[in-house]
């Protein structure tokens, strides 16, 4: 099984900026794509961004130019860099994966976006 463990959320103002992390329970050199979900109060849970082991990326296409990730695979971490932020990217934020055919979710971190 892998382990997802997110990090980095927290308030911030709107048009501020936060790093989100996701360190994985193992090496991610294996796992093709690896990606960011958020639920924002009342809503399902939307895909982000995702990023192949080759550098590929999709982004949600609202968040365009805004959020950037990236995956260091030597240290088991995918980042999303999210920057101007509005009080509409207030969610929890989910890193996930797929391997071995199964899925995996972490616990989630909350990013709030409020003066």
């Known amino acids: 099984q892998v382990q997802l463990v997110e990090s980095g959320g927290g308030l911030v103002q709107p048009g501020g900026s936060l790093r989100l992390s996701c360190v994985a329970s193992e090496s991610i050199f294996s796992i093709n794509t690896m990606g960011w979900y958020r639920r924002a109060p009342g809503k399902e849970r939307v895909m982000v961004a995702l990023i192949t082991n080759g550098g590929s990326t999709n982004y949600r296409d609202s968040l365009k130019g805004r959020f950037t990730i990236s995956r260091d695979n030597a240290k088991n971490t995918v980042y999303l860099q999210m920057n101007s932020l509005k009080p509409e990217d207030q969610a929890v934020y989910y890193c996930?994966?797929?391997?071995?055919?199964?899925?995996?979710w972490g616990q989630g971190t909350q990013v709030t976006v409020s003066s």
């Open positions: 996930n994966c797929i391997h071995s055919r199964r899925t995996y």
